[in-house]
């Protein structure tokens, strides 16, 4: 079956640039997307398409795509950043996949 | 503003069965496809089914681990969506949550993603 790879745990000051990767064989051909999870809320989409931004989501939340791996980068990292970051795509039948998420910590 | 509220949650033996209910406000419920997230304690995300809008042809897609035990269902003219979990296991427990699922086609591919979602329903299942 289809995986999305993320790395556990990342680690950044404040005002750094954090950057979560996510890698999955079928990326090249299906577009990644990005949620922001705060414990205890739901999830948030924070990334469509590989690196659009929805209304509301502020502009240090980028997004891009090489070959088999996607990139969410949040450049400027602030205290509220600080929560669980899941890539998500899906395989060419529809069947929806999420990558094991990143826990994104500002030291 | 768009709500999607669920309810049902709670506390179930292993083999028993279930039925959450999302109820939606704010768009138009008959256009949108439906989609049902679930996150075991402490684990991550994992999609468990979608149902389409009748005008797409209204059929449903799951995830392996629920496939022919888990059943997705709508009633438009409530504007809420229903999961029902029969044969349920202890590895079921989680919190499930309620989203709207965007689907456009790219290039000639569909692709799937979701913007709404809902606050979750806690589902038990212990003896």
């Known amino acids: 079956s289809y995986e999305l790879t993320q790395p556990p745990s990342v680690s950044v000051s404040p005002g750094q640039t954090a950057r979560i990767t996510c890698s999955g064989d079928?990326?090249?051909?299906?577009?990644a997307y990005w949620y922001q999870q705060k414990p205890g809320q739901a999830p948030v989409l924070v990334i469509y398409k590989d690196s659009e931004r929805p209304s509301g989501i502020p502009e240090r939340f980028s997004g891009s795509s090489s070959g088999t791996t996607v990139t969410l980068t949040i450049s400027g990292v602030q205290a509220e950043d600080e929560a669980d970051y899941y890539c998500q795509s899906a395989d060419s039948s529809g069947i929806v996949v999420f990558g094991g998420g990143t826990k994104l910590t500002v030291l | 503003e768009v709500q999607l509220v669920e309810s049902g949650g709670g506390l179930v033996k292993p083999g028993g069965s279930l039925r959450l209910s999302c109820a939606a406000s704010?768009?138009?419920?008959?256009?949108?496809?439906m989609s049902w997230v679930r996150q075991a304690p402490g684990k991550g995300l994992e999609w468990v089914g979608r149902i389409k809008s009748k005008t797409d042809g209204g059929t449903t897609d799951y995830a392996a681990p629920v496939k022919g035990r888990f059943t997705i269902s709508r009633d438009d003219s409530k504007n809420t969506l229903y999961l029902q979990m029969n044969s349920l296991k202890t590895e079921d427990t989680a919190v499930y949550y309620c989203?709207?699922?965007?689907?456009?086609?790219?290039?000639?591919?569909?692709?799937?993603?979701?913007?709404?979602w809902g606050q979750g329903t806690l589902v038990t299942v212990s003896s």
């Open positions: 704010g768009f138009t419920f008959s256009n949108a496809w």
């Open positions: 079928a990326l090249p051909k299906q577009y």
């Open positions: 989203t709207t699922e965007i689907v456009v086609v790219v290039a000639a591919t569909p692709e799937y993603y979701f913007d709404y």
